[in-house]
């Protein structure tokens, strides 16, 4: 069964820390892996990543891709409380014509002043 | 924002009642899909439709069933409510399902099942 692992579960950081969020995955036919931020209700669209070693970059937010060991990670720097969230990390799917998301658990990032 | 809205906001049922959850999708998105997610876990997928037909469904029961319309907006429902049916109900427009194209996500109904 296709499944996403995301690590840590929660995470408690001070401004100014740089964090790093883990998503490993097992998924057949992988075309590409997302991740969202999710603050209240609807998870918002960080990044796609579809290939490998190829860095993702928005402000201080970051995310690289390894589809030969099969996981990515999220990084940001500099934290500030408004980056407390859960972060979710899905992959793409397509069962029997529908193309579904599978997502992790998330990760909840506290980020404490 | 999307611009894909969800009503209610916020939902309170009894055990055994019935409940009718809305999504109008994305302007020129003909696919919905619509995903549960429980408290401390990810959104897990229901179903999915497009151009108003069921075209993918997940491992949640028969009592959950939806509708896609004309204009493309969506109903969730689900009948014979339980406790463990207490969720965030999201839908997610895309523009159309082969190849994956980017699902936009509504803000909700959250779902309390007393």
């Known amino acids: 069964e296709d499944k996403v692992v995301q690590s840590p579960l929660s995470l408690v950081v001070h401004e100014g820390d740089t964090v790093t969020l883990n998503c490993s995955y097992e998924?057949?036919?992988?075309?590409?892996l997302l991740w969202y931020k999710q603050e209240k209700k609807a998870p918002t669209f960080l990044f796609m990543l579809t290939s490998s070693g190829i860095e993702k970059k928005s402000g201080r937010l970051s995310s690289i891709l390894d589809k030969k060991e099969l996981f990515s990670i999220l990084n940001i720097t500099a934290t500030q409380t408004g980056d407390s969230a859960i972060y979710l990390c899905a992959v793409p799917f397509t069962q029997g014509g529908s193309e579904k998301l599978v997502f992790g658990k998330g990760t909840k990032l506290t980020v404490n002043p | 924002e999307t611009g894909v809205t969800q009503s209610p906001t916020h939902l309170i049922k009894t055990r055994g009642q019935q409940v009718t959850l809305r999504c109008s999708s994305q302007?020129?998105?003909?696919?919905v899909s619509w995903y549960q997610q429980a408290l401390g876990q990810g959104p897990q997928f229901i179903f999915q439709y497009y151009r108003e037909e069921e075209n993918g469904r997940g491992n949640f029961p028969p009592r959950f069933s939806g509708l896609q319309f004309p204009n493309y907006s969506s109903e969730l429902n689900v009948n014979a409510l339980e406790l463990d049916d207490s969720a965030l109900y999201l839908c997610a427009s895309s523009l159309n399902f082969r190849g994956y194209n980017e699902q936009f996500f509504g803000p909700g109904t959250r779902l309390t099942v007393l």
């Open positions: 998924v057949t036919n992988f075309r590409s």
């Open positions: 302007s020129g998105h003909n696919t």
